[in-house]
């Protein structure tokens, strides 16, 4: 019987729109990795039922539909915005959502590190820096992209005007803040193979020196 070996949590960062949900995509297909996506989890944590209901709290009624489900549109309309306003309540919905987040995260590493099935796991976790769970993961790889490259990828995938992607990023730390957290630095400003055969071999160095 084999014995279990270390799994490296490997977690994906960068500016809004740097492509990081696609490339952990792009990856899952070429190497034996499990992705978490920290967005999915989010989504879901907006479900639970003390969660609501802290957010009615908060909030109030405006923020939910006729099903009595957070609306996230008007959630994000509510909390990303260059007002004070605006900054106090996302200040008041992360102390609400991301210790929930953190620690499903936290459980889907374990029981991904207990199943003794993957080499990697990728996290894809577009607050990971900001929320302060660096020490959920092994290795941090930033992806680059220029801002007008990554403002036109928002904005054909989203509709975002320039308005809206500026109000996102900057409720997130700078760019270059993110970088120098980094332990590795991917240009994924061309095609997605070419970031991630860069990845691959990122990820084969890492799992080397665990041996």
């Known amino acids: 019987m084999l014995g279990r070996r270390f799994v490296p949590v490997v977690a994906l960062v960068g500016g809004v729109g740097s492509g990081k949900s696609a490339l952990a995509r792009w990856i899952s297909g070429k190497r034996n990795v499990v992705v978490l996506d920290g967005d999915r ?6 479900k639970l039922p003390y969660v609501k209901e802290q957010i009615h709290q ?3 009624q405006p923020v939910f539909d006729e099903q009595g489900q957070v ?4 959630l994000s ?5 260059s007002s004070c306003g605006n900054r106090r309540a996302l200040a008041d919905l992360q102390s609400i959502v991301h210790p929930q987040i953190r620690q499903n995260l936290q459980k889907q590493v374990e029981e991904a590190r207990a199943s003794n099935a993957f080499d990697t796991i990728i996290l894809d976790a ?3 820096l900001e929320a302060d769970w660096r020490d959920l993961c092994d290795q941090v790889v930033f ?3 220029p801002y007008e490259q990554r403002f036109g990828r928002v904005a054909k995938s989203r ?6 992607f500026r109000s996102r990023e900057s409720s997130q730390l700078p760019i270059e803040t993110k970088r120098r957290a980094a332990d590795y630095v991917i240009d994924n400003s061309g095609f997605i193979s070419q970031a991630g055969t860069e990845l691959k071999r990122i990820l084969s160095q890492i799992n080397n020196d665990l041996t």
């Open 77 to 81: 309309r509510e909390v990303f915005g």
């Open 71 to 74: 609306d996230r549109a008007i």
């Open 58 to 60: 908060r909030f109030q």
């Open 143 to 145: 992806l680059d992209v």
């Open 126 to 128: 577009a607050v990971l």
């Open 41 to 46: 989890v989010g989504h879901e944590v907006l």
């Open 159 to 164: 509709g975002w005007n320039e308005e809206e």
